[in-house]
Nanobody
Framework: QVQLAESGGGSVQAGGSLRLSCTNSGYTYSEHCMAWFRQTPGEERAEVAVIYLGDGRTLYVDSVKGRFTISQDSAKNTVYLEMNNLRPEDTAMYYC???????????????????WGQGTQVTVYS
């Protein structure tokens, strides 16, 4: 069973950086997909970045490409989201979750992910 916990959020000025951590205290198959989502009040939870643990392939939503990097440390059972050049529109609650891949591809729908943590708040001020 996947049990995830996010940390690393905070308040930062635009242009700054943060690194979020997602630690898994449960069991994760090495072929799992791990993803970061974010949500603002009144909006749907949306995928930001995903990593396929099997081979390290990553995907990003267009708005964060070139600024965010998702990575894994399998020894620590942790997935990271390095966020650089942050913008006020990146302000949101950030969540991580796990999913079973569809063949060699990771799902993009939040409904296929589970193990949601409590989230970590990121606030970017101008």
């Amino acid at each position: 069973q996947v049990q995830l916990a996010e940390s690393g959020g905070g308040s930062v000025q635009a242009g700054g950086s943060l690194r979020l951590s997602c630690t898994n205290s449960g069991y994760t198959y090495s072929e799992h997909c791990m993803a970061w989502f974010r949500q603002t009040p009144g909006e749907e939870r949306a995928e930001v970045a995903v990593i396929y643990l099997g081979d390290g392939r990553t995907l990003y939503v267009d708005s964060v490409k070139g600024r965010f990097t998702i990575s894994q440390d399998s020894a620590k059972n942790t997935v990271y989201l390095e966020m650089n050049n942050l913008r006020p529109e990146d302000t949101a609650m950030y969540y991580c979750a796990a999913a079973t891949p569809r063949g060699n591809d990771c799902p993009t729908s939040k409904y296929e992910y589970n193990g949601w943590g409590q989230g970590t708040q990121v606030t970017v001020y101008s």
